[in-house]
């Protein structure tokens, strides 16, 4: 595989990669075609493992080679990457407090953003998926970018352990719009389509991530952690909470710990 990746140009292996992960969010929205509910304990702990998978991304994936890239520069080594970090939470707040949309197993009364209850229920859930895709698919389009830029701390098999990571972690948030909406009486493709559109944005994402970083290569350190705060941000706003309000605490915790070392695992075995 990482054989085959070689020989590509950045941008069709940053949109290989995310056409991956839009393919497992489609699978998981798939799950609609062969039932109507889902047991909410499966459910947590599916959502606990996407987000152990995503902070051990945002560490070993963006924020430990970002580290390592800023040892070139004249600005001190911690300094990109606090600065994108904290940049990416401040971007995702700021898009989170704009765009309408709604959290899976909510109701219309907590919907967030400006407006929000002027939009139709399907059209929030798919918008609340979408905005966690964002992150997503920009690390992903950074890593390929970080690889093309030559730096020693991006290798091929790190962004590819990425893609796969990020794209076992979206299986969950396709099930998670795809099946309330399936509950609501919305009929089974239509379920479908709109919890895979959700996943439509990484390549887009990743193309303007790894365009960006081969234009301007000193925007890498900053960018690789900017994508890290934006996917913490995620995890912290949306992912644990919705994991543990269902009361499957516990279980969610401990798959949370798995989806966690096996990302670990993914990425230091890779890359």
Do not use: R, Y
């Given at each position: 595989m990482v054989d085959f990746f070689s020989t590509l140009n950045p941008v069709t292996q940053a949109l290989i990669g995310t056409l991956f992960t839009w393919g497992m969010t489609a699978l998981g929205a798939a799950l609609v075609f062969t039932t109507k509910t889902m047991n909410l304990k499966?459910?947590?702990?599916?959502?606990?493992?996407?987000?152990?998978?995503?902070?051990?991304?945002?560490?070993?994936?963006?924020?430990?080679?970002?580290?390592?890239?800023?040892?070139?520069?004249?600005?001190?080594?911690?300094l990109p990457a606090a600065i994108g970090f904290l940049l990416g939470g401040v971007f995702l707040w700021g898009v989170d407090k704009i765009v309408p949309h709604l959290h899976p197993n909510s109701s219309l009364e907590n919907a967030e953003g400006l407006h929000p209850k002027r939009k139709r229920r399907s059209t929030l859930l798919v918008l609340a998926i979408t905005l966690h895709n964002?992150?997503?698919?920009?690390?992903?389009?950074?890593?390929?970018?970080?690889v093309a830029a030559g730096f020693p701390s991006a290798s091929l098999s790190g962004a590819i352990a990425l893609a796969i990571g990020i794209g076992i972690q979206n299986f969950p948030e396709g099930v998670a719009v795809s099946m309330p909406l399936r509950r609501e009486g919305m009929s089974r493709r239509k379920s479908f389509l709109y919890g895979q559109f959700s996943g439509m944005v990484e390549p887009i994402a990743a193309v303007i991530g790894v365009l960006a970083v081969t234009l301007i290569e000193p925007l890498l350190p900053f960018a690789l952690s900017f994508a890290a705060g934006a996917m913490i941000f995620v995890v912290v706003e949306e992912v644990i909470p919705g994991?543990?309000?269902?009361?499957?605490?516990d279980f969610a915790s401990?798959?949370?710990?798995?989806?966690?070392?096996?990302?670990?695992?993914?990425?230091?075995?890779?890359?």
């Open positions: 499966l459910f947590d702990g599916m959502l606990g493992f996407a987000g152990g998978v995503m902070i051990a991304a945002s560490f070993w994936s963006l924020l430990s080679p970002a580290l390592s890239m800023a040892e070139s520069g004249t600005l001190p080594v911690w964002i992150p997503e698919g920009l690390a992903v389009g950074v890593a390929f970018g970080a994991s543990q309000e269902n009361g499957n605490k401990m798959c949370l710990m798995i989806g966690f070392t096996i990302m670990m695992i993914l990425d230091v075995a890779l890359g």
